[in-house]
């Protein structure tokens, strides 16, 4: 029987360098004993593989690219048996290729099923982690302190999350299963188990403020809230505390929100009905469907850009749909299509989509503006942006899709829909990535319009942008699964 000892710490490179010799020796999964645990100092000093010679006629071990990803998932895994197990299934794929495809095998619904615990595991690490600034800078960088406590071995596969996140900022995050900092230039892990200094800070107030803003008692469902937000992560979310009491609350809450007088409606309501009894010529019946209010917007005549667009580009999506996006306004391909985002942007648009895990169709897609604004230049419509008073004749159409539809979440697109949506003008730069709260208590998430990284000319750095727009989407899809809830 031959021994193994790994530290088992989420190295992938531990096994695989371990599997590889004793695949290589011909030694069978049935004779080999895989321990896990001690020190790192402890590892240096236990025996070393004593391996027969590897045979130099044998074919090279290969796997499929699908056995490789699924194993740096299940090695983060805390379950004893991975390592077994991930021998095993290396050993039996020599002889069966297809394995993997089997999902009903039991090794790999085994290894499946480990992997996707992982997956989860980070994805919580991305949502839960709450940084804490660290007083004093280094060299004009903030420097900020995370205390976390994973179910499994994610620190290191999840850091690189952060580093994009947080690039301009110094941080360290500290969990029992080891340690990740970033100073600007490197991502260092340490395998031993952090601890937690225990200090609160003044963004601990934020969190609290933004989520007792977003708590809808009415939608409240205990059972689902639990499993998005397990118990064990409470400790560390400064909000937690705000949610047994809100919890408690909740019932009252609802009665009471139904037995309040209905309130005044906001003031954006009343400039829209000015606007829209100023021009009575083109106020048709009020559409109750998004159908109906798509037909009528067919016919819109409210700002001279339906002169010379081919035609209105009204929204798609399903009509109770929880997410909505806004875009600017069409493009040429959408002004001649019809459709929202299947030009260039919307090429963008649907990678970093499917890079996020958001499926395009079950999301409600639209724009700030809906007819296309250009000026021709050869045979060419050259797109130009759409003035504030533009965006202002369209908010009439793009209210009422909110109405109708009646998202949780809106995510703006860029600064036109910021704009559209809010009324805020400040720079995107400083509205990326902070949820505000609207009418309704609808979440409303701004961030950058797909077109941004089709204007940045060297790859490197639209790599960079594109991940960091992945990264906005994921949180989206979190925050939306959230809200759902
Ligand atoms: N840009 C947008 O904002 N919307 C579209 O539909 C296409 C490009």
């Given at each position: 029987m031959q021994t193994v000892r790994l530290l088992?710490?989420?190295?992938?490179s531990e096994w695989r360098d371990a599997a590889r010799a004793l695949a290589a020796a011909g030694i069978s999964p049935r004779e080999v004993d895989w321990r896990i645990g001690g020190l790192e100092e402890e590892l240096f000093e236990a025996a070393p593989l004593d391996l027969p010679k590897p045979d130099p006629a044998a074919p090279p071990l290969t796997v499929p690219p699908a056995f490789l990803s699924l194993a740096e998932a299940v090695v983060c895994h805390t379950e004893p048996g991975r390592f077994h197990l991930l021998y095993r299934l290396l050993w039996r794929l020599q002889s069966d290729r297809r394995l993997m495809k089997l999902t009903a095998d039991k090794d790999v619904a085994w290894a499946r099923l480990l992997a996707r615990n992982v997956q989860r595991d980070s994805h919580k690490m991305t949502a839960f982690v709450r940084f804490k600034e660290i007083a004093g800078e280094t060299e004009g960088r903030r420097r900020f302190f995370a205390w976390f406590e994973p179910s499994q071995f994610v620190v290191a596969r999840t850091a690189p999350f952060f580093r994009r996140r947080f690039a301009d900022m110094d941080w360290i995050i500290a969990t029992p299963k080891g340690t990740a900092s970033w100073d600007g230039e490197s991502l260092i892990f340490d395998t031993r188990p952090g601890a937690d200094p225990g200090h609160g800070d003044p963004t601990d107030d934020l969190w609290r403020i933004y989520y007792s803003s977003i708590f809808n008692p009415a939608r409240l469902k205990l059972k689902a809230m639990q499993a998005e937000?397990?118990?064990?992560?409470?400790?560390?979310?400064?909000?937690?505390?705000l949610i047994p009491e809100m919890i408690a609350n909740a019932e009252a809450n609802v009665r009471a929100m139904a037995e309040r007088a209905a309130s005044d409606p906001p003031l954006f309501h009343y400039r829209l009905q000015q606007a829209a009894e100023a021009m009575p010529q083109i106020v048709p019946a009020m559409a109750g469907s998004i159908e109906a209010l798509r037909e009528e917007a067919r016919h819109c005549?409210?700002?001279?850009?339906?002169?010379?667009?081919?035609q209105t580009v009204f929204g798609e999506g399903p009509r109770d749909a929880h997410l909505m996006m806004v875009g600017e306004q069409p493009g040429d391909q959408e002004d001649l299509a019809g459709?929202?985002?299947?030009?260039p942007a919307g090429k963008v648009f649907d990678a970093v989509l499917k890079d996020a895990g958001i499926a395009r169709d079950t999301l409600y897609l639209t724009n700030a503006v809906k007819h296309f604004k250009y000026v021709p230049r050869g045979k060419r419509r050259i797109h130009q942006k759409p003035a504030q008073g533009e965006i202002e004749h369209c908010r009439w159409w793009l209210a009422r899709e909110v109405e109708l539809v009646r998202p949780r979440l809106i995510v703006a697109l860029g600064a036109t829909a910021v704009y559209a949506l809010s009324g805020e003008r400040k720079p995107l730069s400083q509205l990326r990535g902070k949820p505000m709260t609207m009418e309704g208590n609808v979440v409303l998430y701004p961030t950058i319009h797909p077109s941004f990284l089709l204007r940045l000319p060297d790859e490197a750095e639209r790599k960079r942008q594109h991940a960091l727009f992945v990264d906005d989407m994921q949180m989206i899809r979190h925050l939306a699964e959230t809200l759902e809830a």
């Open positions: 088992g710490r989420g190295d992938f937000m397990p118990k064990k992560y409470w400790r560390n979310l400064p909000e937690a505390d005549t409210r700002c001279p850009l339906h002169c010379a667009a081919t459709r929202p985002f299947v030009g």
